[in-house]
């Protein structure tokens, strides 16, 4: 694993949701789950029918997420992407539901 430039915008953060935070709202399965490790949204991975973090990422330029659940322990960056090494580890909030 790498670092970037944009490691400088990792922050400690509290994970918005207990799950994907829209496909919770609209009642969607989700594959995985990433963390923005800039403001703390949870959204679903790539491979989730409605890849929320992807679309966070777009909707407000936060470069890099967490793979949150399971943890994964590695971090990513959509601006250069690029697999990055993580400083930490965020905790989950509590037990995360299962829908795939």
Same mark, same amino acid.
């Given at each position: 694993?790498? @670092?970037?430039?944009? @490691?400088?915008?990792? *922050?400690? !953060?509290?994970?918005?949701?207990?799950?994907?935070?829209?496909? +919770?709202?609209i009642? @969607?399965?989700?594959? %995985?789950?990433?963390? &923005?490790?800039s &403001? =703390?949204?949870?959204? &679903?991975?790539?491979?989730?029918? *409605?890849? %929320?973090? @992807?679309?966070?990422? %777009?909707?407000?330029? %936060?470069? /890099? /997420?967490?793979?949150? #659940?399971?943890?994964?322990?590695? =971090?990513?960056? $959509?601006? #250069?992407? !690029?697999e990055i090494? +993580?400083? #930490?580890?965020?905790q989950?909030?509590?037990p /995360?539901?299962? $829908?795939?």
């Amino acid at each position: 694993m790498t @670092s970037c430039i944009h @490691s400088t915008t990792i *922050n400690d !953060v509290t994970p918005s949701a207990r799950g994907c935070e829209e496909c +919770l709202k609209i009642g @969607s399965p989700w594959l %995985h789950l990433r963390l &923005c490790r800039s &403001c =703390g949204h949870v959204g &679903c991975c790539d491979q989730s029918p *409605n890849r %929320h973090a @992807s679309s966070h990422f %777009h909707a407000t330029r %936060h470069p /890099i /997420i967490e793979g949150y #659940d399971p943890p994964e322990g590695w =971090g990513w960056c $959509y601006v #250069d992407e !690029v697999e990055i090494a +993580l400083p #930490d580890q965020t905790q989950q909030r509590g037990p /995360i539901p299962r $829908y795939y």
